[in-house]
């Protein structure tokens, strides 16, 4: 079975830009996660905060785990380019801020001992990555949490783009529906089987079915008289639970939450939602407060979210980028109908790898 380590505690952390350093640093500041060095002069809504690269330091220490098993870190935001280093090695450069990035370490790793990991988080202006000038803070720093994942070999597929593994999709018929999971396997061995489940709002099971585990498996799973997820008078969630099993044992498990429903816009008649019209009436959201900037809490999220239902919304935009995972879970589970948006905003940048990236 996967485990998931926390890696927000216990980091160092130097505003001054250089090369990464070979040893913990121990006059830095210490600091813990999500972190931005933007916190204060990036609230006014000016241009003169800092920008440039910042370096961010910690030891990394193993779990005890079987021999096989495989090391992967997870950010979920490092803004605007992220590196990382560890035991002197890089590993990888992102330029993605605002998206979870995974990096498997476990050819470069001690098991024994402590490891140096070192990141750096540059939001230096660049022709290269959006948005390229907005009426919002361009934050630096690892702004989002960091874990440590440990998986058996044969795992649902983590990759570079960060995804669950499974893809599930919803098509509603009638009373009824049927839920799709598409599956992707790493390293499936003869035997093993894939189980997929879907579970009611009280847990219990409503469909569930078994394959033999391939590296790409589809379940189609029917779902007779289906609750539908109906916004914020009924946000009404599944949870569909994949699972690898090899000989009567879980060997990796991953499960996503799905609303049943449909949805269209009609000219005369706006949102439809479940065939019923639904007003939309919202607000925009940017994932920063006073004095912490853009490196939020799950309670600042959630905060968040019960704010607009206590003002009556239905709906949020999140402007104008992706947005944490968290947020948009809290808005599944509160039946806030959400209008996501890429940082594709105010100007079109001349260097044609902008576009590549976006």
């Not at 490891?115 to 361009?138: C, E, G, K, M, W």
């Not at 893809?167 to 839920?179: C, L, Q, Y």
Request: proline share 6%; charged share 20%.
């Amino acid at each position: 079975m996967r485990t998931a380590i926390s890696l927000d505690r216990g980091w160092q952390f130097s505003p001054t830009a250089g090369e990464p350093p070979t040893a913990l640093p121990s006059d830095w500041s210490s600091i813990d996660l999500p972190h931005t060095w933007n916190g204060l002069d990036g609230q006014d809504g000016g241009q003169d905060f800092h920008r440039g690269e910042c370096f961010y330091a910690r030891e990394l220490v193993l779990p005890k785990a079987a021999p096989e098993a495989r090391f992967v870190l997870e950010f979920d935001g490092v803004a605007t380019v992220g590196s990382v280093w560890l035991n002197g090695v890089h590993l990888r450069t992102t330029e993605t801020p605002y998206s979870r990035f995974r990096i498997d370490i476990t050819e470069v790793v001690r098991r024994d001992g402590a490891n140096l990991l070192i990141v750096s988080a540059d939001n230096s202006p660049r022709t290269d990555i959006y948005p390229q000038t907005a009426d919002f803070t361009f934050y630096g720093g690892i702004y989002r949490s960091v874990r440590l994942l440990v998986v058996n070999p044969t795992h649902f597929a983590l990759g570079p783009n960060a995804t669950p593994g499974i893809v599930v999709t919803a098509t509603p018929t009638g009373e009824d529906a049927t839920v799709t999971v598409a599956a992707a396997i790493v390293a499936p061995a003869q035997g093993d089987a894939l189980g997929v489940s879907l579970l009611d709002a009280d847990g219990l099971v409503v469909a569930e079915a078994w394959r033999p585990a391939a590296a790409e498996v589809t379940i189609d799973l029917p779902v007779h008289d289906a609750h539908r997820w109906h916004g914020v008078e009924d946000p009404y969630l599944y949870t569909a639970v994949a699972r690898i099993l090899r000989r009567n044992e879980v060997i990796d498990e991953v499960e996503v939450n799905v609303g049943i429903r449909e949805f269209s816009v009609d000219p005369e008649r706006g949102f439809i939602l479940n065939g019923q019209a639904v007003p939309l009436r919202g607000v925009s959201r940017h994932q920063d407060r006073l004095a912490k900037g853009n490196a939020l809490s799950f309670a600042d999220h959630l905060e968040d979210v019960e704010l607009m239902l206590e003002v009556g919304a239905n709906t949020v935009r999140l402007a104008h980028y992706q947005q944490a995972q968290e947020f948009y879970d809290l808005c599944d589970e509160a039946g806030l109908i959400v209008w996501a948006e890429i940082p594709f905003i105010s100007v079109m940048s001349k260097d044609p790898a902008a576009h590549d990236n976006s």
